[in-house]
């Protein structure tokens, strides 16, 4: 719901690829989440999340938007991304949600997109009119979290920054 509240901002909406991008990003995830209830509906099954807030993601997070804002100081096109930055976050939660929910009973709700998000962004911008890209970009890193995984001192863990 929130991903579709931020396709109507006006800095969105003055690119038709743009909102389009983050519309189809939503039909997607939407149909994920009612393939799940379906599966779902008629078990005893039930999906649940829980918190758990890693000082490495909010430091690192806080640290990335400290400097997103020096940057958009001198720079003004950072602070026009700042909703294409908010879409991403949402997007990543809802979609690191799901995959968590298709695969196990629990989702560890916490600060973990942030870093992913604006890294991510620090780097590499799709243009507008490429935005969907960014999308799909991120879908793939997540996915590659859930799905390339090594045990680590008797823990099964994703191999993304194997320093944390």
Known sequence: MGLLLVSFVPRIQANLVLTRSLWAAVIGLLVWQIALFVRLRGTSEVRSFHQI?????????SVQVAVFVY????????????????????FAYVFDMLLSWSRRDSYVLGFGPFPIIFSTNLFLWFR????YLQFLMLAAGFLGKEFVRWQRDGQDTHIFNPSA
Not at 53 to 61: N, V
Request: a negative charge; proline letters at 6%.
């Open 128 to 131: 507008d009119d490429w935005f």
């Open 53 to 61: 807030l890693r000082p490495q993601h909010y430091l690192q997070a």
């Open 71 to 90: 940057w958009g100081y001198f720079w003004r096109p950072v602070y026009d991304h700042a909703w294409l930055l908010v879409a991403q976050l949402l």
